[in-house]
């Protein structure tokens, strides 16, 4: 709320959450309930339908990602992380709708599947998306 840079935020956000959600999905691969697991992919299919939909699906987006972190710490650890998926989808212009489709379902996929490997390298195709994004809007700002 405080920062102006929204970019600079953006970008500085992003290299924390390389640093912890891939290996957050990993957990939930390894870990999730098969409660845990629906609601992943409820608030999956939500997310999904409400782009589509061209809906403000922020609210719904930033649920997955929560439900993805599973245990007891790291919900407490995402009080930023969450804040940031409304700041992305604004920096971002909202130009990777198609991309936070295809990449949360590959997420909810792999932790439905219980593939900690493919759950990591799913979240983290996700942040790249986000990365080259971002870093786009960055270049076309300086010129």
């Known amino acids: 709320t405080f920062i102006d840079d929204k970019q600079r935020l953006a970008r500085d956000l992003l290299e924390v959450r390389f640093m912890i959600e891939p290996q957050i999905a990993r ?3 390894e870990h999730a309930t098969n409660d845990q697991v629906v609601c992943i992919k409820e608030l999956c299919d939500e ?15 930033t649920a997955f990602h929560n439900a993805i972190a ?4 790291v919900p407490r650890l995402m009080g930023v992380l969450k804040a940031s ?37 799913a979240m983290y195709l996700h942040l ?6 971002i870093a786009e809007g960055t270049q076309e700002q300086s010129e």
Do not use: C, Q, W
């Open 27 to 29: 957990m939930a691969a």
């Open 85 to 121: 998926v409304p700041l992305f989808i604004d920096v971002t212009g909202k130009k990777l709708v198609e991309e936070t489709i295809r990449t949360h379902r590959g997420v909810a996929d792999a932790i439905a599947a219980r593939n900690p490997t493919a759950a990591h390298d």
């Open 128 to 133: 790249v998306y986000n990365r080259n994004m």
């Open 70 to 73: 599973g245990n007891l710490v």
């Open 47 to 61: 997310s999904e339908r409400l782009a589509e939909a061209g809906e403000d699906y922020s609210a719904a987006d």
